[in-house]
C-alpha cells in the first residue's frame, strides 16, 4: 500500500493539524480567562465593600470635625466672654484702688510733714 498525496492535500493536511493545534491551546487560555474574570469579580465587589467602609468611615469622621469644630468655637467665645469681664473686673477695681494707695501714700506724707515740723520762732531774733 502506497501513500500517495498531492501538495494541496499536504497542505489541508497541516491547516488542520495548526488548527487542532491552536484549539488545544485556546481552551486552557479560555479557561485561565474566565477563573481571571471570576478574580476581577470577586477583588470589584471586595473593593466595593471597602470603600462603602471607607465611606462610612468618613461620614463619622465628618461629624465629629464638625463636633469639634463647634467644641472650638464654643471655647473661643468662652474665652472672649472671660477677657472681657477680665477687663471689666481691672476697669472697676483699678480705680478705687489706685485711689485707696493714693490716699494712704497722701496719709503717709502729711503725717511725716506733720511730726516732723520742727518749731521755730516768730522773729529772726530767735525768740519764741
Same mark, same amino acid.
Given at each position: 500500500m502506497t501513500i500517495s498525496a498531492n501538495l494541496? #492535500?499536504?497542505a489541508v493536511l497541516l491547516i488542520a493539524l495548526a488548527v487542532l493545534i491552536f484549539v488545544l491551546a485556546l481552551v486552557?487560555?479560555?479557561l485561565q480567562l474566565k477563573r481571571t474574570i471570576k478574580a476581577v469579580e470577586d477583588l470589584t465587589i471586595e473593593g466595593k465593600r471597602? $470603600? #462603602?467602609g471607607v465611606n462610612f468611615i468618613v461620614r463619622k469622621a465628618g461629624d465629629q470635625v464638625e463636633?469639634? #469644630?463647634e467644641l $472650638? !468655637? !464654643?471655647a473661643k467665645d468662652l474665652? +472672649? !466672654?472671660v477677657a472681657g469681664i477680665a477687663d +471689666? $473686673? $481691672?476697669e472697676n477695681v483699678k480705680g478705687p484702688i489706685i485711689s485707696g494707695i493714693s490716699f494712704l501714700f497722701g496719709a503717709e506724707q502729711g503725717f511725716k510733714r506733720f511730726f516732723s515740723r520742727e518749731k521755730k520762732g516768730g522773729g529772726e531774733d530767735g525768740k519764741q
Amino acid at each position: 500500500m502506497t501513500i500517495s498525496a498531492n501538495l494541496y #492535500e499536504i497542505a489541508v493536511l497541516l491547516i488542520a493539524l495548526a488548527v487542532l493545534i491552536f484549539v488545544l491551546a485556546l481552551v486552557p487560555a479560555l479557561l485561565q480567562l474566565k477563573r481571571t474574570i471570576k478574580a476581577v469579580e470577586d477583588l470589584t465587589i471586595e473593593g466595593k465593600r471597602t $470603600v #462603602e467602609g471607607v465611606n462610612f468611615i468618613v461620614r463619622k469622621a465628618g461629624d465629629q470635625v464638625e463636633d469639634v #469644630e463647634e467644641l $472650638v !468655637k !464654643k471655647a473661643k467665645d468662652l474665652g +472672649m !466672654k472671660v477677657a472681657g469681664i477680665a477687663d +471689666m $473686673v $481691672v476697669e472697676n477695681v483699678k480705680g478705687p484702688i489706685i485711689s485707696g494707695i493714693s490716699f494712704l501714700f497722701g496719709a503717709e506724707q502729711g503725717f511725716k510733714r506733720f511730726f516732723s515740723r520742727e518749731k521755730k520762732g516768730g522773729g529772726e531774733d530767735g525768740k519764741q
